[in-house]
């Protein structure tokens, strides 16, 4: 697995995302010869990285995972296949219009929705971005990363270990919220998907997505900008244990959050890495709002 290439989004409100959107600095794009019910969010070069339907409830559509190589893709397929997934493999119609020279589709162990694509098209549009912020660290890191409640994590490590090659970074559990998680990277990037188990939270639920940004004056603009639009944030600012990512939380139209962030760690595989267990999520900050907790977008 190269990257965390795209999500998709079954969303209540398009014009709602399309006035979150601006205010995050991402670029919104009506989509071409679509019904007007349908929006592409871009982050770089690539020609989306959000895909948002509308639809009568919100909800995760799909995940997409990108692969280096037509070896890797058909590793994968064959690996999830012999775990015991069901895989379907999508006509070219299907995968150019996903921008891919290759799609295949199949369910993680806790039911999460993914396509796996490689070789993908590349247009020569070049990103707006719609706030004047640095930009955003995606392109081969990929669009970030996802965080989900799953109902068993070592399950789902070994699935995404041994079938989508990925590697463990680290884990934390924090006793006092019973809730464990494991993060998992395909790249530098720290992790690049996180799942986690609790009694109090719902399994088969995205909880949030990230997006990094170069600067730190980047979160400043953007959180002027949710505020005088009077969105909702989830957290204060604060750092990761683990990541090292300087970040905020804010609540997105369809109720999960978005982490917004900056001056993350990147992680190299020559060796070096040491896997540890944190007992806390944060070094400072990250205080919870007024009440607000996420709400769970459904991918089950
Ligand atoms: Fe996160």
């Known amino acids: 697995m190269s990257q965390l290439a795209y999500v998709e ?9 399309e006035r979150f959107g601006r205010a995050i600095g991402v670029q919104c794009v009506r989509r071409e010869a679509a019904p007007d019910s349908e929006m592409l969010l871009r982050i770089d070069e690539r020609d989306y990285r959000f895909w948002l339907k509308e639809d009568r409830a919100d909800s995760l559509g799909a995940v997409g995972w990108e692969v280096p190589s037509a070896e890797a893709y058909s590793g994968v397929v064959n690996r999830a296949r012999e775990w015991g997934v069901e895989v379907e493999e999508c006509d070219p119609s299907y995968a150019i219009e996903r921008r891919y020279g290759r799609v295949a589709r199949l369910r993680d162990p806790a039911g999460m929705p993914l396509e796996i694509g490689y070789a993908p098209i590349v247009g020569p549009a070049r990103f707006e971005r719609s706030r004047p912020i640095s930009g955003f660290k995606a392109d081969n890191l990929g669009l ?30 924090w006793p006092e919220a019973d809730i464990d998680a494991v993060f998992l990277r ?76 900056c001056d993350a760690v990147s992680v190299e595989d020559n060796g070096s890495w040491e896997i540890k267990r944190y007992s806390n999520g944060h070094t400072w900050g990250h205080a919870m709002g007024v009440g607000l907790t996420p709400r769970l977008l459904s991918f089950g």
């Open 9 to 17: 989004l079954r969303v209540m409100s398009l014009s709602e995302w």
């Open 144 to 173: 970030g990363h996802l965080f989900a409640y799953v109902p068993d994590i070592g399950e789902i490590e070994e699935f995404y270990k041994e079938v989508l090659g990925f590697r463990t970074s680290d884990y934390i559990t």
């Open 186 to 261: 395909c790249n530098s990037r720290h992790h690049s998907v996180a799942f986690a188990e609790s009694s109090s939270a719902a399994p088969r639920h995205l909880e949030h997505v990230m997006l990094e940004t170069y600067e730190v004056d980047d979160l400043g603009l953007v959180l002027d900008a949710l505020q005088s639009e009077k969105f909702s944030l989830g957290t204060s600012l604060g750092r990761h244990i683990n990541d090292r990512m300087l970040s905020f939380y804010a609540s997105t139209p369809s109720g999960f959050w978005l982490e917004y962030g």
